[in-house]
Each structure stands twice: as C-alpha cells, then as structure tokens.
C-alpha cells in the first residue's frame, strides 16, 4: 500500500510554526532556524517545502489576509442595520488586543511588501478589498436614507482604512499608544461626521 502523501500536512505545520514565530519574536532578524525550530524540524526540511523564508512568509501573510477579510465580510453580513454594520465594520478592523495575533501579523509581514512585488500585490488587494467592504456599507447606507454622506464613498471609505491602519499599529506596538477602545471611538467619530448618524 502506497503511503500516504502528507506534503500539504506538512506545509500547513509549517506556515503556522512561521505564524507563530512572527508573533512571538517579530520579523526582525527572524531566520529560518527559528521557524524550524518552531515546527521541530531541520532547516533542510523546511527547504524541502518552501524555496527559502521568504517564500514561506508569503503563505503566511497570504493566510493573514484572507482570514483577516473574511472575518470583516463576515462581521458585515451579520448585521442587518446600516448603522450597526458600520459600527461592526470598524470594530472588525482593529485589534481586539496589543496582541491580537491577524494584526500583529499584517503589520510585521508589511516589512517585506516593501522589497518582494508577490507580498506588495498581497497589501494592495487587503487595502482594495476593505475599502470596497466600506464602499458597500456606506452605499447601502445612503440608498436606504440612514446615512447622509458628506463626501464620495470612496474617499471616506480609504480615509476609514488608513485611520484603522494607523490607530491599529499603535494599538499593537510594545508599549501601545492608544487602546483598542479609544481607537475605536475616534474612528467611529469620523465615520459619524461623514454620514450624519451617531456611532
């Protein structure tokens, strides 16, 4: 009997040993050692899955992202209101803690979109696909009366991520700046003045 093939087992084990070692150690000066370490293997057995680190923090951050967007398209549906999907919008895009294992990750994992085109492509379709999650809720908002836009969906939908990209970073470093809670609020305070309506 032919054994079994257990390479995507194998490859899986090894993304979330990756995972792991990103949030733990973050992606300064992580080395592949420490990734095999992590997974109690050998570097060479590592490499016989994936060509090098990097392309093994691209499944990493590959993951991250579509578990990160579908919760917040998940999040969004729940929500029959157009006032409360908003406000469930905005709560899915911050960390719920300074540990919160997605954002840590996206933030870290941001160190090599700068230099590898595969992971800079990742960033761009995390940022397109929330500011067209927002753009939904915010038309949806508008063609039902609950919401009285002041500017073009579109722009306070990418001003909504980059807020929550901001707030969140320092809502996630070492020692945080802000809390999640009061992220929260002051995002939900633009968001309120862009469609008339108390979040």
Same mark, same amino acid.
């Given at each position: 009997?032919?054994?079994?093939?257990?390479?995507?087992?194998?490859?899986a /084990?090894?993304?979330? *040993?990756?995972?792991?070692?990103v949030?733990?150690r973050?992606?300064?000066?992580?080395?592949?050692?420490?990734?095999?370490?992590?997974?109690g293997?050998?570097?060479?057995s590592?490499?016989y899955?994936?060509p090098?680190l990097?392309e093994?923090?691209?499944?990493?951050?590959?993951?991250?992202?579509q578990?990160?967007?579908?919760?917040r398209?998940?999040?969004?549906?729940?929500?029959?209101?157009?006032v409360?999907r908003?406000r469930a919008?905005i709560d899915? &895009?911050?960390?719920?803690?300074?540990?919160?294992?997605?954002c +840590?990750?996206?933030y870290?994992l &941001?160190? +090599?979109?700068?230099?590898?085109?595969e992971?800079?492509a990742?960033y +761009? !379709?995390?940022?397109?696909?929330?500011?067209?999650?927002?753009v939904a809720v915010?038309e949806?908002?508008?063609?039902s009366?609950?919401?009285?836009l002041?500017?073009?969906?579109?722009?306070?939908?990418?001003?909504?991520?980059?807020?929550?990209?901001g707030?969140?970073?320092? *809502?996630?470093?070492?020692?945080p700046?802000?809390?999640?809670?009061?992220?929260a609020?002051? +995002? !939900?305070?633009?968001?309120?003045?862009?469609t008339g309506? /108390?979040?």
């Amino acid at each position: 009997m032919a054994r079994p093939n257990r390479a995507h087992e194998r490859r899986a /084990h090894l993304i979330a *040993a990756a995972r792991r070692s990103v949030v733990e150690r973050g992606l300064l000066g992580l080395r592949l050692r420490d990734v095999s370490d992590a997974a109690g293997m050998s570097s060479g057995s590592v490499l016989y899955y994936f060509p090098g680190l990097t392309e093994l923090l691209r499944e990493v951050h590959r993951e991250a992202v579509q578990r990160f967007c579908t919760a917040r398209e998940e999040a969004v549906r729940a929500e029959p209101d157009p006032v409360a999907r908003l406000r469930a919008m905005i709560d899915s &895009g911050l960390p719920d803690d300074p540990r919160d294992e997605l954002c +840590i990750l996206l933030y870290e994992l &941001g160190a +090599i979109a700068r230099r590898d085109p595969e992971c800079a492509a990742e960033y +761009i !379709r995390l940022y397109e696909r929330q500011v067209g999650i927002y753009v939904a809720v915010l038309e949806a908002g508008s063609a039902s009366g609950a919401f009285a836009l002041r500017q073009d969906s579109t722009m306070i939908a990418r001003n909504l991520v980059a807020l929550e990209d901001g707030y969140g970073l320092h *809502a996630t470093m070492a020692v945080p700046t802000v809390s999640p809670d009061e992220a929260a609020r002051q +995002i !939900r305070a633009y968001a309120s003045t862009m469609t008339g309506v /108390h979040l």
